[in-house]
């Protein structure tokens, strides 16, 4: 999204249409999101197993490993894929190799992580 390729690609195929087709994106995806959120105020879980186990009910014993094997793979391309778009940011904004914008995007993700961690947030 930071290089502008998920724009391209994706939305302006539809010409002036693919002005609102973010947005409409986005509100399915905060729809869903909040009904996530709710069922953690509703059953007061703080971490994933415990809501894959009241999520799933009975099924929890099928259901949670595949969650928590989800996670892990939406961290991990998620990660790479803020990394490797901020490669290409940083080239097209300052020039520079997009390997060094990518080593530059990890530290910038590292620390935030760091400190957001140190803060509690």
Request: charged fraction near 5%.
């Amino acid at each position: 999204m930071v290089s502008g390729a998920f724009a391209v690609v994706y939305f302006m195929p539809y010409g002036m249409w693919g002005l609102l087709l973010p947005f409409i994106s986005m509100g399915v995806a905060s729809v869903i999101v909040s009904c996530g959120l709710f069922g953690v105020k509703l059953w007061s879980v703080e971490n994933y197993s415990d809501y894959g186990k009241k999520l799933y009910g009975k099924y929890a014993w099928l259901f949670s490993p595949l969650l928590e094997f989800y996670l892990i793979l939406a961290m991990i391309v998620g990660g790479s894929s803020v990394i490797a778009m901020g490669g290409t940011f940083f080239h097209d904004l300052l020039g520079i190799a997009p390997f060094w914008g990518q080593l530059l995007m990890a530290v910038i993700s590292s620390v935030l992580f760091i400190v957001f961690r140190l803060l509690h947030i």
